[in-house]
């Protein structure tokens, strides 16, 4: 169990930073942080409406992959 709860861990922070800036990717819609970091850049980028479903796409996998993770740690956790 030690070595599933490791292995969950280092996947549940991978999973958290990478859906961090995926998140940060977006399109903004109008002065937030996603503005801030090249706003000139993703507007030329996010124009694109199938760049912006991919990004969707992948974002909400991101997502559900760490929603599962914690909940298995939380199993994990109770079983223990």
């Known amino acids: ?9 280092v996947l549940l922070v991978l999973t958290s930073g990478f859906l961090t800036l995926l998140i940060l990717m977006h399109k903004g819609k109008g002065g ?7 706003g000139g850049i993703s507007s030329a980028a996010g124009s ?19 929603a599962i993770v914690i909940v298995l740690l939380g199993l994990i956790q109770k079983v223990s």
Request: charged share 15%; aromatic share 8%; glycine share 8%.
């Open 48 to 66: 694109s409406g199938v760049a912006e479903r991919n990004l969707n796409r992948i974002t909400i996998s991101f997502a559900l992959v760490w």
């Open 32 to 38: 937030g942080l996603s503005d801030m970091f090249g």
């Open 1 to 9: 169990m030690d070595v599933l709860q490791i292995i969950l861990q």
